[in-house]
């Protein structure tokens, strides 16, 4: 099952962090963007080309200690096709470094729709008899408010092509309580929320109790993650909002199990514009990239019991 690859490459890095390769041109060193615009002009493609360099440079610093990445695919289709061709690099060669890679779209729809988000995300494409993958990710971020109908799509893609998604349950961001902290009964809307999350993945539960059906809690909301936590036993968390959002490590802490698992937790403009913040030459924007991972997981797994399958 998808996350049991997950969770087996946390254990060997000891790492619960995943790095959202989020780029915006503006993060990108000017070095860089100097070589490409002289090849490509200050184009649509010059930009992605250079974006992909920027990506490849931090892959090849950061893959022996984190264990996943995250890229958004928004930060990618701004750039036309090229961006989306860019995307589509960056995950085949993260997995090329035996990176897990999780797309964060935030798909939602029903029907032949959602199928094809399925498919485009998660599965293969039939062209006149042959099965391609498109884009071919590890996992990918859904909406789930559209209930049932739009996840069941990608419930069969992931038993099918051994595959993962994260459900939004209680999201990082400031206005999030303006739904979901609302009550359908006696519970909240996340809570509802994440019970469907259980429900949806009891059929696809991995060798390590979690199953493929993973929920988006943020970091910035340490009570509610506690409680998501105790309510999710079998529910593996994505925990954005750690670093530039304002959650913290001894907060993040309350998303994971007895074991130091069930839970990994993103940073993306920390890690992309470590140089920046270090005031280092630009050139050496990786080894900064490097240098802050590993101050994030140390940083982490200092509140956490050491991480182990048992």
């Known amino acids: 099952m998808s996350f049991d690859r997950l969770i087996e490459k946390i254990v060997k890095t000891q790492n619960p962090t995943v790095v959202g390769l989020d780029p915006k041109l503006d993060y990108v060193p000017e070095f860089i963007k100097e070589k490409k615009f002289e090849k490509y002009g200050k184009t649509l493609e010059g930009a992605a080309k250079a974006i992909l360099t920027f990506n490849k440079k931090i892959i090849d610093e950061i893959y022996d200690i984190v264990p996943a990445i995250k890229p958004q695919a928004a930060y990618y289709e701004m750039y036309g096709w090229q961006g989306v061709k860019t995307l589509y690099k960056t995950i085949e060669y993260a997995q090329s470094k035996g990176m897990y890679v999780i797309t964060d779209g935030k798909r939602n729809d029903i029907g032949a729709t959602m199928e094809a988000y399925a498919t485009a995300h998660l599965g293969v494409t039939d062209v006149d008899g042959e099965m391609i993958s498109a884009f071919g990710a590890d996992a990918l971020t859904v909406n789930g408010y559209l209930g049932t109908d739009g996840i069941s799509p990608l419930l069969e893609q992931c038993r099918n092509n051994d595959k993962g998604i994260f459900v939004l349950v209680k999201t990082s961001n400031k206005s999030s309580g303006e739904l979901q902290d609302k009550y359908i009964g006696i519970k909240t809307v996340y809570n509802v929320m994440g019970d469907m999350c259980e429900s949806w993945g009891a059929e696809a539960m991995g060798k390590y109790g979690y199953s493929s059906v993973g929920a988006v809690v943020g970091a910035t909301y340490p009570e509610q993650l506690a409680e998501m936590r105790k309510a999710?036993?079998?529910?593996?968390?994505?925990?954005?909002?750690?670093?530039?959002?304002?959650?913290?490590?001894?907060?993040?802490?309350?998303?994971?199990?007895?074991?130091?698992?069930?839970?990994?937790?993103?940073?993306?403009?920390?890690?992309?514009?470590?140089?920046?913040?270090?005031?280092?030459?630009?050139?050496?924007?990786?080894?900064?990239?490097?240098?802050?991972?590993?101050?994030?997981?140390?940083?982490?797994?200092?509140?956490?019991?050491?991480?182990?399958?048992?």
């Open 232 to 310: 999710l036993p079998h529910t593996f968390f994505l925990v954005p909002g750690y670093g530039a959002q304002g959650g913290g490590a001894e907060g993040v802490a309350k998303g994971f199990d007895a074991n130091g698992l069930g839970a990994i937790v993103n940073s993306s403009r920390a890690v992309m514009c470590a140089y920046k913040k270090e005031g280092c030459d630009e050139q050496d924007f990786a080894k900064a990239a490097r240098r802050e991972v590993i101050r994030m997981k140390e940083d982490i797994i200092s509140y956490l019991p050491k991480i182990a399958l048992e």
